[in-house]
T-cell receptor, first 112, second 119 residues
Framework: GENVEQHPSTLSVQEGDSAVIKCTYS??????FPWYKQELGKRPQLIIDIRSNVGEKKDQRIAVTLNKTAKHFSLHITETQPEDSAVYFCAASSGGYQKVTFGTGTKLQVIP | GAVVSQHPSRVICKSGTSVKIECRSLDFQATTMFWYRQFPKQSLMLMATSNEGSKATYEQGVEKDKFLINHASLTLSTLTVTSAHPEDSSFYIC???????????????FGPGTRLTVL
Protein backbone atom coordinates (compact mmCIF):
# COMPACT_ATOMS: atom_id res chain seq x y z
CA GLY A 1 0.00 0.00 0.00
CA GLU A 2 0.85 3.66 -0.05
CA ASN A 3 3.30 5.10 2.45
CA VAL A 4 3.59 8.85 2.98
CA GLU A 5 6.45 10.38 4.91
CA GLN A 6 6.37 13.96 6.11
CA HIS A 7 9.08 16.28 7.42
CA PRO A 8 9.66 18.07 9.65
CA SER A 9 7.46 16.94 12.52
CA THR A 10 7.68 20.37 14.13
CA LEU A 11 8.49 23.74 12.62
CA SER A 12 8.81 27.13 14.27
CA VAL A 13 9.08 30.29 12.19
CA GLN A 14 8.95 33.98 12.87
CA GLU A 15 5.87 35.82 11.72
CA GLY A 16 6.38 36.95 8.14
CA ASP A 17 8.87 34.23 7.27
CA SER A 18 8.15 31.31 4.97
CA ALA A 19 7.44 27.75 6.00
CA VAL A 20 8.09 24.66 3.91
CA ILE A 21 6.80 21.17 4.63
CA LYS A 22 7.95 18.23 2.54
CA CYS A 23 6.40 14.87 1.82
CA THR A 24 7.33 11.78 -0.12
CA TYR A 25 5.09 8.98 -1.29
CA SER A 26 5.76 5.45 -2.40
CA UNK A 27 2.94 4.46 -4.77
CA UNK A 28 3.57 5.71 -8.28
CA UNK A 29 -0.16 5.27 -8.99
CA UNK A 30 -1.05 8.07 -6.57
CA UNK A 31 -2.52 10.94 -8.52
CA UNK A 32 -4.07 13.29 -6.00
CA PHE A 33 -2.26 15.11 -3.21
CA PRO A 34 -4.31 17.17 -0.75
CA TRP A 35 -3.00 19.18 2.17
CA TYR A 36 -5.01 19.59 5.33
CA LYS A 37 -4.76 21.99 8.25
CA GLN A 38 -5.99 20.77 11.61
CA GLU A 39 -6.38 22.98 14.64
CA LEU A 40 -6.49 21.40 18.06
CA GLY A 41 -9.66 19.37 18.60
CA LYS A 42 -11.08 20.26 15.22
CA ARG A 43 -11.58 18.55 11.90
CA PRO A 44 -8.95 18.61 9.16
CA GLN A 45 -9.64 21.37 6.67
CA LEU A 46 -8.53 21.09 3.06
CA ILE A 47 -6.30 24.05 2.27
CA ILE A 48 -4.93 23.15 -1.14
CA ASP A 49 -4.60 20.12 -3.39
CA ILE A 50 -2.75 19.18 -6.53
CA ARG A 51 -3.27 16.50 -9.12
CA SER A 52 -0.57 14.57 -10.89
CA ASN A 53 -1.00 16.37 -14.18
CA VAL A 54 0.12 19.65 -12.60
CA GLY A 55 3.55 20.56 -11.23
CA GLU A 56 2.63 23.56 -9.13
CA LYS A 57 -0.43 25.26 -7.77
CA LYS A 58 -0.78 28.50 -5.84
CA ASP A 59 -3.54 30.03 -3.79
CA GLN A 60 -2.61 33.40 -2.26
CA ARG A 61 0.05 32.68 0.38
CA ILE A 62 -0.04 28.92 -0.07
CA ALA A 63 1.60 26.95 -2.85
CA VAL A 64 2.17 23.28 -3.47
CA THR A 65 4.71 21.70 -5.78
CA LEU A 66 4.81 18.14 -7.08
CA ASN A 67 7.69 16.18 -8.51
CA LYS A 68 6.25 12.95 -9.84
CA THR A 69 9.59 11.53 -10.87
CA ALA A 70 11.03 11.85 -7.40
CA LYS A 71 7.66 11.23 -5.70
CA HIS A 72 8.02 14.43 -3.70
CA PHE A 73 5.52 17.14 -2.96
CA SER A 74 5.83 20.19 -0.78
CA LEU A 75 3.72 22.87 0.85
CA HIS A 76 4.99 26.44 0.91
CA ILE A 77 3.44 29.11 3.11
CA THR A 78 4.73 32.63 2.61
CA GLU A 79 4.34 35.64 4.90
CA THR A 80 3.29 33.41 7.77
CA GLN A 81 0.83 34.71 10.34
CA PRO A 82 0.07 33.49 13.88
CA GLU A 83 -3.25 32.06 12.68
CA ASP A 84 -1.27 29.72 10.42
CA SER A 85 -0.20 27.86 13.57
CA ALA A 86 -1.70 24.37 13.40
CA VAL A 87 -0.86 20.80 12.43
CA TYR A 88 -0.55 20.27 8.69
CA PHE A 89 -1.01 16.90 7.04
CA CYS A 90 -0.03 15.94 3.55
CA ALA A 91 -1.81 13.04 1.91
CA ALA A 92 -1.72 10.92 -1.20
CA SER A 93 -4.56 9.21 -2.93
CA SER A 94 -5.20 6.93 -5.87
CA GLY A 95 -7.74 4.50 -7.14
CA GLY A 96 -11.39 4.75 -7.84
CA TYR A 97 -12.45 5.31 -4.26
CA GLN A 98 -9.69 7.82 -3.60
CA LYS A 99 -8.55 6.20 -0.38
CA VAL A 100 -6.33 8.75 1.26
CA THR A 101 -3.12 7.96 3.10
CA PHE A 102 -1.98 10.69 5.46
CA GLY A 103 1.49 11.77 6.40
CA THR A 104 2.49 11.96 10.03
CA GLY A 105 1.81 15.66 10.38
CA THR A 106 3.84 18.82 10.95
CA LYS A 107 3.14 21.07 13.88
CA LEU A 108 3.73 24.60 12.68
CA GLN A 109 4.21 27.38 15.19
CA VAL A 110 4.35 30.94 13.96
CA ILE A 111 5.96 33.18 16.54
CA PRO A 112 4.61 36.75 16.63
CA GLY B 1 -17.03 23.71 0.44
CA ALA B 2 -19.39 20.83 1.07
CA VAL B 3 -20.63 20.16 4.59
CA VAL B 4 -20.28 16.94 6.55
CA SER B 5 -21.80 16.56 9.98
CA GLN B 6 -21.07 14.00 12.64
CA HIS B 7 -23.08 13.06 15.69
CA PRO B 8 -22.50 12.91 18.58
CA SER B 9 -19.54 15.23 19.05
CA ARG B 10 -18.69 13.68 22.38
CA VAL B 11 -19.73 10.47 24.05
CA ILE B 12 -18.78 8.84 27.31
CA CYS B 13 -19.81 5.24 27.86
CA LYS B 14 -19.17 2.35 30.16
CA SER B 15 -16.94 -0.52 29.19
CA GLY B 16 -18.89 -3.26 27.41
CA THR B 17 -21.52 -1.03 25.88
CA SER B 18 -21.92 -0.15 22.19
CA VAL B 19 -21.76 3.32 20.70
CA LYS B 20 -23.10 4.46 17.34
CA ILE B 21 -21.62 7.43 15.49
CA GLU B 22 -23.37 9.00 12.53
CA CYS B 23 -21.76 10.75 9.58
CA ARG B 24 -23.92 12.76 7.20
CA SER B 25 -23.18 14.65 4.01
CA LEU B 26 -25.56 17.59 4.20
CA ASP B 27 -25.50 19.12 0.75
CA PHE B 28 -24.19 16.41 -1.52
CA GLN B 29 -24.52 12.69 -2.07
CA ALA B 30 -21.57 10.55 -1.06
CA THR B 31 -21.30 7.05 -2.42
CA THR B 32 -18.05 6.68 -0.51
CA MET B 33 -17.33 7.67 3.05
CA PHE B 34 -14.28 6.95 5.15
CA TRP B 35 -13.80 6.38 8.86
CA TYR B 36 -10.61 7.45 10.58
CA ARG B 37 -9.26 7.20 14.06
CA GLN B 38 -6.90 9.75 15.54
CA PHE B 39 -4.97 9.41 18.77
CA PRO B 40 -3.62 12.54 20.51
CA LYS B 41 -0.81 14.20 18.60
CA GLN B 42 -0.92 11.55 15.90
CA SER B 43 -2.04 11.35 12.33
CA LEU B 44 -5.33 10.09 11.00
CA MET B 45 -5.42 6.35 10.53
CA LEU B 46 -7.90 5.01 8.03
CA MET B 47 -10.09 2.33 9.56
CA ALA B 48 -12.43 1.49 6.72
CA THR B 49 -13.97 2.62 3.47
CA SER B 50 -17.75 2.71 3.48
CA ASN B 51 -19.56 2.26 0.19
CA GLU B 52 -23.26 2.92 -0.17
CA GLY B 53 -25.19 -0.29 -0.61
CA SER B 54 -22.29 -2.64 -0.11
CA LYS B 55 -20.03 -3.97 2.59
CA ALA B 56 -17.33 -1.78 4.02
CA THR B 57 -13.68 -2.43 3.25
CA TYR B 58 -11.59 -2.58 6.39
CA GLU B 59 -7.92 -1.75 6.70
CA GLN B 60 -5.52 -4.37 7.94
CA GLY B 61 -5.69 -4.77 11.69
CA VAL B 62 -9.16 -3.29 12.09
CA GLU B 63 -11.71 -5.74 13.48
CA LYS B 64 -14.81 -5.62 11.34
CA ASP B 65 -16.92 -7.31 14.01
CA LYS B 66 -15.94 -4.68 16.53
CA PHE B 67 -16.32 -1.65 14.30
CA LEU B 68 -19.56 -2.14 12.41
CA ILE B 69 -20.11 0.16 9.46
CA ASN B 70 -23.38 0.71 7.66
CA HIS B 71 -23.83 3.00 4.66
CA ALA B 72 -27.54 2.71 4.09
CA SER B 73 -28.06 5.86 2.04
CA LEU B 74 -26.11 8.29 -0.09
CA THR B 75 -25.94 10.77 2.77
CA LEU B 76 -25.47 8.63 5.87
CA SER B 77 -22.85 6.24 7.16
CA THR B 78 -22.73 4.90 10.70
CA LEU B 79 -19.91 3.44 12.76
CA THR B 80 -20.85 1.30 15.74
CA VAL B 81 -18.16 0.50 18.26
CA THR B 82 -19.35 -2.73 19.87
CA SER B 83 -18.42 -3.87 23.35
CA ALA B 84 -16.29 -0.78 23.82
CA HIS B 85 -13.22 -0.90 26.03
CA PRO B 86 -11.01 1.89 27.39
CA GLU B 87 -8.46 1.30 24.62
CA ASP B 88 -11.15 2.23 22.09
CA SER B 89 -11.15 5.76 23.50
CA SER B 90 -10.12 8.02 20.65
CA PHE B 91 -11.17 10.75 18.24
CA TYR B 92 -13.18 9.23 15.39
CA ILE B 93 -13.50 11.27 12.21
CA CYS B 94 -15.47 10.49 9.09
CA UNK B 95 -15.04 11.95 5.66
CA UNK B 96 -17.27 11.95 2.62
CA UNK B 97 -16.12 11.90 -0.94
CA UNK B 98 -17.72 14.58 -3.07
CA UNK B 99 -17.43 13.35 -6.61
CA UNK B 100 -19.12 14.61 -9.74
CA UNK B 101 -19.17 12.77 -13.03
CA UNK B 102 -16.34 13.75 -15.28
CA UNK B 103 -14.12 14.31 -12.28
CA UNK B 104 -14.65 18.05 -12.10
CA UNK B 105 -15.05 17.61 -8.36
CA UNK B 106 -13.37 14.88 -6.39
CA UNK B 107 -12.62 15.99 -2.87
CA UNK B 108 -12.97 14.57 0.60
CA UNK B 109 -14.65 16.65 3.27
CA PHE B 110 -14.28 15.80 6.92
CA GLY B 111 -16.82 15.70 9.66
CA PRO B 112 -16.07 17.51 12.95
CA GLY B 113 -15.16 14.29 14.72
CA THR B 114 -16.48 12.37 17.72
CA ARG B 115 -14.55 12.17 20.96
CA LEU B 116 -15.21 8.74 22.48
CA THR B 117 -14.28 8.06 26.06
CA VAL B 118 -14.81 4.58 27.44
CA LEU B 119 -14.72 4.31 31.21
Amino acid sequence: GENVEQHPSTLSVQEGDSAVIKCTYSDSASNYFPWYKQELGKRPQLIIDIRSNVGEKKDQRIAVTLNKTAKHFSLHITETQPEDSAVYFCAASSGGYQKVTFGTGTKLQVIP
Amino acid sequence: GAVVSQHPSRVICKSGTSVKIECRSLDFQATTMFWYRQFPKQSLMLMATSNEGSKATYEQGVEKDKFLINHASLTLSTLTVTSAHPEDSSFYICSARHFTSGGATDTQYFGPGTRLTVL
